[in-house]
């Protein structure tokens, strides 16, 4: 089947010839020869390292060169083999994409200069400061936005959607921060599950049970007080235990989704995550380093307080329960080049404040002890936030209540970040985590960069679920850039009473493996039709699966991958997602194309 797509490529590729304007190059994806793709698309385990560089007035700079950074893996020195300086990262211009034509190629999602997402948390946020973040970002954009900058904003509520696609336009930004309401907390009202038996034990008489239930002392007013208060703890305990498992979930799978939708644009990306808390932290949970190797990777923090982070804590807990995914999750940040930076919308707090975490735990009677462990899960939850911005390359911002300036900060330094390429002396890729560390030959400087990765190769990850991952991919607005492609689509009254799709596949994006006769491919495309409520009505998948000559795959290498589709159309079909899978490492490219366009 595809050898017959590829012997009609020169008569087909006219239907994309005004993607860029020229004969098509759009398949030939031609990165600045200083600046290789993300890590979690190239096979030789190149790790890249984004490092910002700032004086002792926490201006960035500039200048520096390669022979100025030293590099090291777990206390081992490493080679730079790859550097960019800021500003070495060149813009490709490319032309507005027509009407019917779609693509989640790097120059039709945003320059590589600056990479900026707003992220707006309403699952570990509180209404009221959702609200206040909300008119924080409406005066940022209204008095300190600055023209050349280039921004998106998602929003987190049961899922990662995106509010707005990247765009430099003040006003477009505004619009959609106008339109968004702040969520209830869903979650906190959320069905709890079957609670367990609450009441005491039954009483042991001479070594033996009772048939019947004899409780250990009587049901007095006093003692059923006491036993209505024993329910209680066990009912906030369940129900804070199940709202806190979901928040770790949602959380999760929206790291994972930005992490999928921005590895494939090229240089770092910065993501300031508007939130009250968040429900795990990523230090390694990983035995193999040592406290003083972790007091080194978060400085400023004692060893008691190290101890208390490695385990015994909510959000510690919920690192060992979720370990593998986390690991997972953390892999795919690194390698996606991005830095989280969260944003504390509380404000200037005092501990005493309420907040999501509240459910998390039995919270006593005296008020004395109420205040107490405010104030300690206060510090947990801002803790949580230095290390998340540690272990990606951000920085945390809290107790500030200009919060719009805390997003000029980021946003100032953005775009003026160093990126220094190795190839690990440790060739052994087993899944430990690895400590990162820069320094730098001149004095006085300030160094930020992530503190470390997980060696997962997740392109060959045994316990990776493509069809769960594709799934997840195709019901998200927001693009997956992982296998970067443009596709046509052909309303029925144009193709013969179908829906038609023209795939065009960058082969630069997809692998292929040596196999006798050429290059094996394997390669999978998805489309799917989609209601207004979300509902998905239809689908339809072809497979790409065979060896190419060496004549036809140096043609798909600088051309592209070229096949089409077919689909009945749907009534009530409002949305069009499509889908592509390298099948060999699971990586996926998504586009949503909204029928209402048609």
Known sequence: MLGNFVRQLPA????????????????????????PPPTIRVTTHLVLVDAVVTDKEGKPVTDLKAQDFKIEENGKSQKIAVFSAPGERTARSAAPLPPGIYSNRPEYRTPPQSVSVILLDAVNTSFKDQAYA?????KYLKQQFQPNQRMAIFTLTDSLRELQDFTSDPHILQAALEKYTPQEQKLAKAANPDLPNTMPPPQVLSGKAEASVVYSFPLTPANSTIMASYGLQQ???????????????????????????????????????????????????????????LADVLPGMDQERLGARAAGTVAATERQSYSSEIQQTSARLASAQVAIYPVDVRGLASGMEASMD????????????VAQARAAQLSDTQGTMREIARETGGQAFINQNEIKDSVALVLQSTGSSYTLGYYPSDRKWDGKYRRI??????????????????????SQFKGRDSDRVLAAALVQSVPATLV????????????????????????????????KGGKKIDVSFYAALFSSSGKMLKNASMRANQTLGADDYQQVMQRGMLLHMDLDPQKDAKDLRLGVRDNRTGYVGTIDAPLGTQ
């Open 484 to 515: 970067a492609f443009s596709a046509r689509v052909k309303p029925p009254a144009e193709n013969k009473g179908k829906l038609g799709v023209d795939f065009l596949v960058d082969a630069n994006t997809f692998s292929a493996e040596d196999a």
């Open 12 to 35: 087909l590729l006219g239907l994309f010839a005004m993607l860029a304007g020229q004969n098509l190059v759009l398949a030939q994806q031609t990165s600045d020869a200083q600046v």
């Open 235 to 293: 009912f906030q305990n369940a129900q804070g235990s199940y709202v806190h498992d979901r928040r770790v979930e949602i959380t999760l799978n929206a790291m994972d989704t930005l992490a999928r939708a921005l590895a494939g644009l090229p240089g770092p990306k910065s993501v300031m995550w508007l939130t009250g808390s968040f429900p795990f932290t990523l230090i390694p949970q990983n035995r193999n380093v040592s406290g003083e190797e």
């Open 134 to 138: 909300r008119s924080q970002m409406l």
């Open 358 to 369: 509240d459910l998390a735990s039995f919270q006593p009677l005296n008020p004395s002890d």
């Open 437 to 458: 560390s820069l320094k730098l030959d001149r004095d006085k400087l300030s160094l930020r960069h992530r503190t470390g990765y997980f060696a997962i190769d997740l």
